[in-house]
T-cell receptor, first 110, second 116 residues
Framework: AQSVTQPDIHITVSEGASLELRCNYS??????LFWYVQSPGQGLQLLLK??????LVQGIKGFEAEFKRSQSSFNLRKPSVHWSDAAEYFC????????FGAGTILRVKS | NAGVMQNPRHLVRRRGQEARLRCSPM?????VYWYRQLPEEGLKFMVY????????ESGMPKERFSAEFPKEGPSILRIQQVVRGDSAAYFC??????????????FGPGTRLTVT
């Protein structure tokens, strides 16, 4: 079975502060992992993906994520958050189908 | 290159009516996926189709829901006799064949179905 857990439903950070969104997965083999962002009323945009190789993955909009096999984690990070980053973020795993976590809503306070 | 297109963007149906949601994949993509997003939940896989074939429908409710991806035209997700619990956002995604090394699904903007 494959599953994705995003432990934080909501996170609030100050503009300019660093950000880390947590993602843990369960899968019997090496997974393909993704982070998507969804703005209100919009579809999903891919931020970054991990297939193999370097465990630190760079994405768009200044985001990065680190794959840690020993912790079954794929946390998303950004060193300095902008107000426009406020959105909902989904971690996803592809084993034999794409499985999403429940999402983390990011609020940015000025 | 146009992205994944879905229409309508918003659909209101009364209980018992039929809902038809359309998805046109990205140019060159032959694989389509449908997902449902209930309020305050993540996306849940429903069905995976290739042209004229259903590959995986393990996420589809057994009754009232059907999907097709004909040789010509868009993919259609059909919900018969809608109930209030069908109110959700329905997203379509498309991709290249899964053997491609750069596997990625591209998502459409979604159709928000409201059942009154």
């Amino acid at each position: 079975a494959q599953s994705v857990t995003q432990p934080d439903i909501h996170i609030t950070v100050s503009e300019g502060a660093s950000l880390e969104l947590r993602c843990n997965y369960s899968y019997g083999a090496t997974p393909y992992l993704f982070w998507y962002v969804q703005s209100p009323g919009q579809g999903l945009q891919l931020l970054l993906k991990y297939f193999s190789g370097d465990t630190l993955v760079q994405g768009i909009k200044g985001f990065e994520a680190e794959f840690k096999r020993s912790q079954s984690s794929f946390n998303l990070r950004k060193p300095s958050v902008h107000w426009s980053d406020a959105a909902e973020y989904f971690c996803a795993l592809y084993g034999n189908k794409l499985v999403f976590g429940a999402g983390t809503i990011l609020r940015v306070k000025s | 290159n146009a992205g994944v297109m879905q229409n309508p963007r918003h659909l209101v149906r009364r209980r018992g009516q039929e809902a038809r949601l359309r998805c046109s994949p990205m140019k060159g993509h032959s694989h389509v996926y449908w997902y449902r997003q209930l309020p305050e939940e993540g996306l849940k896989f429903m069905v995976y189709l290739q042209k004229e074939n259903i590959i995986d429908e393990s996420g589809m409710p057994k009754e009232r829901f059907s999907a097709e991806f004909p040789k010509e035209g868009p993919s259609i997700l059909r919900i018969q006799q809608v109930v209030r619990g069908d109110s959700a956002a329905y997203f379509c995604a498309s991709s290249l064949p899964l053997t491609e090394p750069d596997y990625e699904q591209y998502f459409g903007p979604g159709t928000r179905l409201t059942v009154t």
